[in-house]
């Protein structure tokens, strides 16, 4: 009489089958293992962040229903098109309108990142170079709050700028303080002035790395209060604010005159006669 509980082959198939399953989730541990370290050097060594819980929690509920598949694309794709904005040529010719609404985009449902679409989106960029940086100094100009700087014009640009929220600063105890680079629209717009102004000199516009918003960021790491280029000053403040100082009066003059071009906010005609700073 056979007192086996299973029988022997019925056994032997259903450790089979537990072998399989762990040669399978192995197979996709190490699968989701190099495609992070395809995505790591798809941003440069910089910082690849994966994939989210939430999708990873999707491929365990619903393997089979291809929504683990978009979710990837998207993921990756929205790494991608992130760095290329902070770590390419891109960066340099985008605005903060621009930057806003490519993330907004990206944030949502990014474009698939081909190397025809990234061609396309670099040529349509470069192609709307001039209009761009003179749409960043009117943008920075309707940034501006006359009611609540006094230093600020109403009318048109002046050699000194205010803006708001450009840093946080935060305390620790009666005197240490640490002080952030606030990753806003306003630090787009202050590179969006420096970009401009090294356009009316004719100078090459400085990349992420050497821009305003990373000598700024050294400066703070190093605990001082301001930095200075060869067109701008700029100096921020225990309450968060940020004065930025057009050194020249031919500088002034341009601004003025692209933002009468642009729907008369400032008047091409009035120059800064005795208020360059």
Not at 20 to 33: F, G, N
Not at 107 to 132: C, F, N, R, Y
Not at 138 to 159: C, H, Q, S, W, Y
Request: hydrophobic share 40%; proline share 3%; net charge positive.
């Amino acid at each position: 009489m056979n007192t086996a509980l299973i029988p022997k082959d019925t056994l032997e198939e259903l450790c089979a089958h537990r072998q399989r399953a762990l040669e399978r989730y192995a197979a996709a541990a190490q699968a989701i293992a190099d495609g992070n370290a395809a995505g790591l050097r798809m941003v440069g060594n910089t910082r690849f962040n994966g994939l989210p819980r939430e999708v990873l929690e999707r491929l365990w509920f619903r393997p089979d229903d291809g929504t683990f598949i978009k979710d990837c694309r998207a993921t990756v794709d929205r790494q991608f098109w992130r760095y290329l904005i902070n770590h390419t040529k891109l960066c340099d010719v985008m605005d903060a309108e621009d930057r806003k609404r490519f993330e907004d985009q990206i944030g949502k449902d990014p474009p698939e990142a081909t190397l025809e679409t990234v061609q396309a989106t670099l040529l349509a960029h470069m192609a709307s170079i001039g209009d761009t940086f003179k749409r960043g100094v009117v943008n920075l100009f309707k940034e501006l709050d006359p009611m609540a700087f006094k230093r600020n014009d109403g009318i048109k640009l002046t050699p000194r700028i205010a803006l708001r929220y450009v840093v946080e600063v935060r305390r620790y105890g009666a005197k240490d303080l640490s002080v952030y680079l606030r990753h806003s629209g306003r630090g787009d717009n202050i590179r969006d002035l420096e970009r401009v102004l090294c356009v009316i000199d004719g100078a090459p516009v400085p990349d992420y790395a050497s821009c305003i918003l990373s000598k700024m960021q050294a400066a703070i790491n190093d605990k001082l209060w301001e930095v200075e280029t060869d067109q701008l000053h700029v100096r921020w403040y225990k309450n968060g604010n940020a004065h930025l100082t057009i050194k020249t009066r031919e500088h002034m003059d341009r601004l003025n005159a692209i933002l009468a071009e642009h729907g008369g906010l400032g008047d091409a005609r009035r120059t800064t006669q005795g208020r360059a700073a």
